[in-house]
């Protein structure tokens, strides 16, 4: 279902949104490759490659707002830093809202909005809310702890 927003898509463009996606490895390993059957929601894939799936599907349709929600929360370090660079082309040139709690994924972002107990308690630049040192500085950091604590 690749094609689910783009369904004239080309074979090229979709496995280039595969390879951009981190996907077409995987997909190539499945028993009919782009014709595999995965099963109600990808109940035969595992999380980060349903991810990667959903990324793809993204990527070949190119809408105008692009809304990631948790978009590499499933994905190792690894991935996701690979796949951060297809996310960041992505957004290029469009809204896009990134709810996350993997704070490196909005690292570039225009604007952070960070909510605590459903209200917004500050908004800025990532950097910018760093300097200030309040809610979203504590949140980092403790990211960072738990990094390097791993």
């Known amino acids: ?55 793809a599907r993204a990527l070949l349709k190119n809408p ?26 992505l957004m290029q040139g469009r809204t896009t809202f990134v709810i996350a709690h993997r704070l490196s994924t909005i690292r570039d ?3 952070v909005v960070v909510f605590e107990h459903g209200r917004v308690v500050e908004q800025g630049r990532y950097q910018d809310l760093l300097d200030r040192d309040g809610a979203f500085a504590r949140l980092v950091a403790t990211q960072q702890a738990g990094i390097e604590s791993a």
């Open 64 to 89: 105008p707002i692009l809304i990631l929600d948790e978009a590499t929360s499933a994905l190792d370090s690894v991935t996701e830093a690979r796949i951060q660079k297809a996310l960041k082309t």
């Open 1 to 55: 279902n690749l094609r689910i927003g783009k369904p004239d898509a080309t074979q090229a463009e979709l496995e280039e949104a595969a390879r951009l996606a981190e996907a077409h490895d995987f997909i190539l390993r499945q028993p009919n490759g782009y014709e595999t059957l995965v099963g109600e929601r990808g109940a035969t894939l595992s999380g980060g490659e349903r991810q990667r799936l959903a990324i």
């Open 109 to 111: 972002a225009d604007m």
